[in-house]
């Protein structure tokens, strides 16, 4: 079964129809392992959140990255986290990741926080969004971040919230774990899983109607 990273999962809610299905029938068939082009920045992330690192340490460690698109991102999504950190100083804490299955069991979505943060009072699990080829919409980050709202609610820590920082703008979106939003995730996982069947149904058959593959099952990223 196809599962998708929480980023990869925003970037197909915001994906119109054709590129929707371009996206699933690179997951159900994958031509190779994929390049995580989004591994760099979570690394840098990783070490500049637990502390183990300065950001001086960490800024200078973006010269090893070879790409230079990938290079240019890392190091502009540092500088707006670096900045929004100093404007949002609280605790740091972590939480755990957390698993959505669709209810036709036809893909997952992996919620991983960067980072837990106590921010305006509130307990936040954070997942940073630093994607350029998609635009985030609030009923797009909503939708996505509701498919989580029961796993959160019953943690043992005491977590008041869940959200998506996007890097781009440095907009924070917080879902508020105790509003009831979760039709909206509903809704949208059972598009997306109408779309997993109409791109099933493509691979199947030929033009002439002879099963040609079966889909196999992709690595998240």
């Known amino acids: 079964m196809p ?3 929480f980023s990869a999962y925003l970037k197909l ?8 299905r371009s996206i699933i029938r690179t997951r159900l068939v994958p031509s190779g392992d994929g390049y995580d082009f989004h591994r760099s920045l979570r690394l840098r992330i990783e070490q500049l959140i637990s502390g183990g690192h300065t950001p001086d340490e960490v800024m200078r460690s973006i010269a090893t990255i070879v790409k230079p698109p990938e290079r240019e991102s890392v190091r502009a ?3 707006r986290l670096l900045i929004w950190r100093n404007q949002n100083p609280g605790e ?5 990741p957390a698993i959505y299955q669709s209810p036709n069991d036809r893909f997952k979505v992996n919620f991983t926080p960067n980072f ?5 009072g509130r307990n936040t699990a954070v997942h940073i969004w630093n994607t350029k080829t998609a635009n985030l919409s609030p009923r797009i980050v909503y939708s996505a971040l509701s498919l989580f709202t029961e796993q959160y609610r019953a943690t043992e820590i005491s977590l008041d919230d869940i959200a998506v920082l996007s890097l781009r703008d440095s907009e924070l979106y917080p879902l508020d774990l105790a509003a009831e939003t979760s039709f909206l995730g509903r809704a ?3 598009r997306i899983e109408t779309q997993f069947d ?4 493509e691979l199947e058959r030929t033009p002439e109607g002879e099963v040609i593959r079966s889909p196999s099952p992709s690595r998240p990223f």
């Open 116 to 120: 837990g943060i106590r921010i305006a």
């Open 92 to 96: 740091i804490f972590h939480v755990a």
């Open 77 to 79: 999504g540092l500088e």
């Open 13 to 20: 809610l915001a994906s119109n129809d054709k590129p929707q």
């Open 188 to 190: 949208m996982a059972a």
């Open 3 to 5: 599962t998708f990273g």
């Open 198 to 201: 109409r791109v099933t149904q």
